[in-house]
């Protein structure tokens, strides 16, 4: 119990002096004994963040996190949350101002995805045949309708939950939207259009 409220005490430090972000980034994270777990970040700041996973740490555990966009991230859990936990970020004082410098650009992507979507051009790929994997392991066959840097339409029977973490080939996201015959799919990162061309043929070159 000593331990805990010990934990607690820098957390709230941290809430002061840090601000919390609400970001939408992917990542994979390993516990003590070494098993490594998908998970999803809630929110973040240079000091804490707040992680959305199956398998839940457990405090005082040690935790070595890969985002995307933020690289590798090292901690200590602090909390148990109902579908996740929260963990201090153990860093220096420059690994803290870097991820401040990253945290601002994540936290303004989002009124740029918009302008950014359109500025995307859409194809319809040479090669539309691809595979869909949810993050349990299931796999469908899908169409890829068109696709772009940062998205694709894809028409495919089953309609997994919007929010849910899917592989599209070998990119990652999540499902964003449905439509009659299918969803869309907003890639974790924007991708490179080598990348794209390679697995698809869609000409984004």
């Not at 040690?62 to 579908?83: N, P, S």
């Not at 992507?109 to 299931?138: F, I, M, T, W, Y």
């Not at 169409?143 to 089953?158: C, K, Q, T, W």
């Amino acid at each position: 119990m000593r331990a805990a409220a010990i934990d607690h005490t820098p957390a709230m430090a941290e809430r002061r002096n840090f601000q919390r972000v609400r970001v939408k980034i992917y990542g994979r994270f390993m516990l003590e004994d070494r098993t490594e777990h998908p998970c999803q970040v809630i929110d973040m700041s240079p000091g804490n963040v707040s992680l959305m996973s199956k398998r839940i740490g457990q405090p005082g555990e040690k935790v070595i996190a890969y985002l995307d966009h933020i690289g590798r991230v090292e901690g200590v859990v602090t909390r148990t949350l109902q579908d996740g936990f929260a963990m201090t970020v153990v860093a220096s004082e420059r690994k803290r101002d870097k991820l401040a410098a990253q945290l601002t650009w994540l936290a303004n992507k989002h009124e740029l995805d918009l302008p950014e979507d359109r500025r995307h051009e859409r194809v319809a790929p040479r090669n539309p045949l691809s595979v869909l994997q949810l993050l349990d392991g299931r796999q469908y066959p899908c169409r890829v309708i068109d696709l772009s840097l940062s998205g694709a339409a894809i028409e495919i029977e089953v309609k997994p939950a919007i929010g849910v973490q899917v592989t599209l080939g070998t990119m990652r996201g999540q499902v964003v939207r449905h439509f009659e015959d299918g969803i869309a799919i907003e890639f974790a990162v924007v991708q490179r259009a080598e990348s794209l061309d390679a697995e698809f043929g869609g000409r984004l070159s």
